[in-house]
Structure formats: C-alpha cells, structure tokens
C-alpha cells in the first residue's frame, strides 16, 4: 500500500506555470507507475500523464504533450508534473494515482489505479 499526498495547485493567468507535486508518504515510488489525472465540472476524470518510476518511462495524453512534464526526484519518493503553458482547459481538480507496475492496462486510465491521493485545484484565468 502506498499514501499519496497531492499538492502545487493554484491560480494562474493563461501562459503561466505550475508544478504539482505528489510525496509519498513512509515510502518511495520504486515499482510503482504514478499517474496525473484530472476532473473538471461536469467531466470524466481523465488522464493526463504517467510515469514508470523504476524505468522512467512516461506517457501523455494528446492535450498536454509538449507542455506538461512528468518526472521524479532523485529520492524517488516524490513525483512532479511540471504544467507550462496553461490554458484555461486546463483548469481542473488535480489527483495523482499509483498502481504496481504492470498492473495495469492503460497507464492513463483511472480505472486501472488503486490508490488515489486528495485532488489540488488549478485554475487558470484567460
């Protein structure tokens, strides 16, 4: 079992920046896959991106290819999205999500995560 702690979110013109952050907690993220999802009013939860901690393999959706980059800290007990670029689309409650690698099927489907951090708000103002 692993804890997840979202944060990083906030306010921000369109064009600007943000970079969440998701911790975990007692624990590292070695053999984990971490994903970004986000849910925006009246919307399905979707994917965003996702990282293969151990290998450091990542996957983005379509929307936010070459603007958002997922990555970790050396310790890898931290995984960062790092949100450049931002449209007003983008605004959305933010969660990170872990399952065991291989666990899964789509590594940016929100079904196949099993533990889920508290979401964090970015809005961006147009």
């Known amino acids: 079992e692993v804890q997840l702690q979202a944060s990083g979110g906030g306010l921000v013109q369109a064009g600007g920046s943000l970079r969440l952050s998701c911790a975990a907690s007692?624990?590292?993220?070695?053999?984990?896959?971490i994903g970004w999802f986000r849910q925006a009013p009246g919307k399905e939860r979707e994917g965003v991106a996702s990282?293969?901690?151990?290998?450091?393999?990542?996957y983005y959706a379509d929307s936010v290819k070459g603007r958002f980059t997922i990555y970790t800290n050396n310790a890898k007990n931290t995984v960062l999205l790092q949100m450049n670029n931002l449209k007003s689309e983008d605004t959305a409650v933010y969660y990170c999500?872990?399952?065991?690698?291989?666990?899964?099927?789509?590594?940016?489907?929100?079904?196949?995560?099993?533990?889920w951090g508290q979401g964090t708000q970015v809005t961006v103002s147009s």
């Open positions: 999500a872990a399952v065991p690698d291989g666990d899964y099927n789509n590594a940016l489907s929100a079904y196949d995560y099993d533990y």
């Open positions: 007692g624990s590292t993220f070695e053999d984990w896959t």
């Open positions: 990282i293969i901690v151990s290998f450091g393999s990542t």
